[in-house]
């Protein structure tokens, strides 16, 4: 793909925009959201989710797992 205008004029994006049937105003910004609460924060691995896995038992040493 490649770009051959590139359109700063207002009034034409508008009319461009409405032509084709978009939007021609920005979607409303939504509030932010807090970080979610877990359930079980103080929970230690695997206790209650079986499907959890523990530290391996040997250090992993990143120069060597290319």
Not at 27 to 43: G, H, I, N, Y
Request: aromatic share 8%; net charge negative.
């Amino acid at each position: 793909m490649r770009i051959i205008v590139f359109i700063t004029d207002a009034c034409a994006v508008r009319d461009i925009l409405t032509h084709i049937g978009e939007p021609t105003s920005p979607p409303r910004l939504m509030p932010a959201r807090a970080p979610p609460l877990w359930e079980m924060q103080d929970a230690t691995l695997g206790e209650d989710n079986p499907q959890a896995q523990s530290a391996p038992e040997y250090e992993f040493d990143q120069r060597i797992a290319w």
